[in-house]
């Protein structure tokens, strides 16, 4: 069973930082894309960056510049740094693991990251 379990999330003011973190397990991590995603209040759940298996990243225009994924395989475990962090980035972020061989997706909990003054 796979699961994925996130973490990181918090209160920060505009312009600050916070990194999340998703720890993977029941399948082998290395070989699958993940993924973070985010839903706004009242709004549709959005990609936010991507990450093949290689390594290849790939983001959502609004974050670019401002949103690092990375992840560490040996740890199971993917990462989303955020930076200049604005109020409309105000969501509960899910992590999001690409099963491609599977046919199916996982999604982890999601952690709430609220941006506000």
């Known amino acids: 069973q796979v699961q994925l379990v996130e973490s990181g999330g918090g209160s920060v003011q505009p312009g600050g930082s916070l990194k999340l973190s998703c720890a993977a397990s029941?399948?082998?991590?290395?070989?699958?894309?993940m993924g973070w995603h985010r839903q706004a209040p009242g709004k549709e759940r959005e990609l936010v960056a991507t990450?093949?298996?290689?390594?290849?990243?790939n983001y959502a225009e609004s974050v670019k510049g401002r949103f690092t994924i990375s992840r560490d395989n040996a740890k199971n475990t993917v990462y989303l740094q955020m930076g200049s962090l604005k109020i409309e980035d105000t969501a509960v972020y899910f992590c999001?693991?690409?099963?491609?061989?599977w046919g199916v997706g996982h999604w982890g909990q999601g952690t709430q990251v609220t941006v506000s003054s």
């Open positions: 999001y693991l690409d099963r491609w061989d």
């Open positions: 029941g399948a082998i991590f290395k070989n699958y894309p």
């Open positions: 990450i093949t298996s290689a390594g290849i990243a």
